[in-house]
């Protein structure tokens, strides 16, 4: 049975990972566990629901009240999540804009990095639309890697509506990291080198 987390849960996930301790915290604290802990991710079984990024991550992070709040679910190939796109993602009137729908695609593939226990990060993103995304209607995302090279993860996902119909693809290619990438230019006091 899948177990969808409620923000409570989801809170209380990262209150392990990095204490809510702040900026500084977060910055410093939360990168090493999470690395650690997305190592540990390949034993997620099938169904599970995966955690968020960060609190604050704009595509399911529940601490930002302008993201996504998106939840996926390991799949046996991938990861797989179930989306409505409300109001405050309108382009066109009643179908959500392209970026929120890239948005959804892309936080998506970070979530399938749990199957493959690397920290990476985006370096292209295509998208194709095949039909408008309506807004408060429910599309069905998975994603899975598709070929790795190296540091180099090649990954693929499609959205489908209700009715079964495929209305997106995306193809991303990721580069893996160190943890370092996530914290350089932080300082203790939560203050970037550049400011």
């Known amino acids: 049975m899948t177990h969808i987390p409620t923000t409570g849960d989801r809170n209380d996930e990262y209150a392990r990972l990095d204490g809510h301790d702040g900026p500084a915290s977060r910055a410093e604290g939360v990168v090493p566990r999470w690395a650690a802990h997305l190592a540990g991710q390949g034993n997620v079984e099938v169904g599970q629901a995966l955690p968020p990024h960060s609190p604050d991550c704009a595509g399911c992070g529940p601490d930002n009240p302008a993201g996504l709040h998106i939840r996926a679910v390991r799949t046996a190939s991938g990861v797989e999540a179930v989306h409505s796109f409300v109001a405050a993602q309108v382009g066109a009137p009643g179908i959500a804009h392209g970026g929120a729908v890239a948005l959804a695609f892309d936080d998506l593939f970070g979530f399938s990095l749990y199957t493959v226990g690397s920290l990476a990060v985006t370096r292209s993103l295509?998208?194709?639309?095949?039909?408008?995304?309506?807004?408060?209607?429910?599309?069905?995302?998975r994603a899975h890697v598709a070929k790795r090279e190296g540091r180099r993860l090649l990954l693929h996902a499609d959205a489908w509506d209700d009715a079964g119909q495929k209305v997106g693809s995306a193809e991303a290619t990721f580069v893996t990291v160190g943890p370092g990438h996530f914290t350089a230019g932080t300082q203790k006091n939560g203050r970037s080198q550049d400011q």
Not at 126 to 135: D, G, K, N, Q, T
Request: charged share 20%; aromatic share 24%; no cysteine.
């Open 126 to 141: 295509a998208i194709e639309y095949h039909a408008p995304f309506r807004l408060h209607r429910p599309y069905t995302f």
